[in-house]
């Protein structure tokens, strides 16, 4: 994850002072790659030894550190395509002007999740899907939708899946698990209650934890052994939380994807699925 990306998805948690430097970085990275720490603090009235300080807070040992890592990540920067807007959507706007926006949030949104998590704890997350005795999928709202269509796809690869839309149930389920079962809970806020107590009580059984969740420090994520994390602009987009659950399936997407390369037979699981709808097609046009 680019370190622009990283101080992007921190900056509401951040002190007031750091968050001044971050918001200037995002905003002119070009700018602050020609300043040095004096220069910087001048620029946005703060003093050199917070600029520092701001530096090693990310984990960089000097401020000319955190300088080639923006560097770096400005040469790798992901670029819309062409004609697509990436903001907030006004009332006044007309269609075409919404559709840009629209398509601008969602696929930045998507790249930013992806670039968010990194190979090792992607592959972490495989080897504990791939090895659970039953994998249970928690959310509510939009993320039980994204909970619901991942179980179908884990089904359709033969796992042992738990799911319900009714958070009763699903606490009721979570008294079930055990240390052989893994719990996959999607929250973009980390702070959805049913999912919390859920989680909580599957951690006391000794289950291991897959908290799907924000970047931003919140209680489900320090409830969770693995951690994956999906970026939304939902500041801007809050109707309907439509860029978090883009996130969401393009990590569930993803991880199916990967689950289905690493299993032998996978393919044979998808056929023999597709095969028993098809029946059922011809059934229906008949």
Not at 256 to 265: A, E, G, M, R, S
Request: charged content about 20%; proline content about 2%; aromatic content about 4%.
């Amino acid at each position: 994850m680019s370190v622009l990306s990283r101080i992007s998805a921190e900056l509401d948690g951040m002190a007031p002072g750091d968050r001044a430097i971050g918001r200037y970085i995002i905003g002119n990275p070009d700018q602050m790659l020609r300043l040095s720490t004096a220069a910087l603090a001048a620029e946005i009235g703060r003093s050199q030894s917070s600029v520092v300080k701001f530096s090693q807070k990310l984990g960089y040992a000097s401020y000319q550190e955190l300088k080639l890592a923006v560097s770096e990540a400005k040469a790798q920067d992901w670029q819309v395509p062409a004609g697509v807007i990436h903001g907030s959507i006004e009332v006044g706007d007309g269609f075409p002007v919404i559709l840009k926006k629209l398509i601008g949030s969602k696929l930045l949104s998507m790249q930013q999740t992806v670039a968010a998590n990194s190979e090792r704890i992607l592959s972490r997350t495989l080897d504990l899907l791939d090895g659970a005795r039953r994998i249970h999928l928690v959310g509510v709202g939009a993320s039980s939708l994204v909970a619901r269509d991942f179980s179908y796809k884990l089904m359709k690869l033969g796992r042992n899946v738990l799911h319900d839309s009714d958070s009763h149930i699903q606490m009721a389920n979570a008294s079930t698990l055990g240390p052989d079962d893994v719990l996959f809970a999607l929250s973009y806020s980390g702070a959805s209650i049913e999912t919390l107590r859920i989680a909580e009580l599957a951690s006391k059984r000794g289950t291991t934890v897959i908290a799907v969740t924000g970047l931003h420090d919140n209680p489900l994520s320090r409830v969770a052994d693995i951690r994956l994390y999906t970026l939304a602009d939902e500041e801007r987009a809050r109707s309907s939380s439509i860029t978090a659950r883009d996130a969401q399936l393009t990590l569930t997407d993803l991880l199916f994807i990967l689950l289905v390369q690493k299993q032998p037979d996978a393919n044979d699981y998808v056929h023999n699925s597709e095969a028993a709808v098809t029946v059922l097609k011809a059934e229906r046009s008949s």
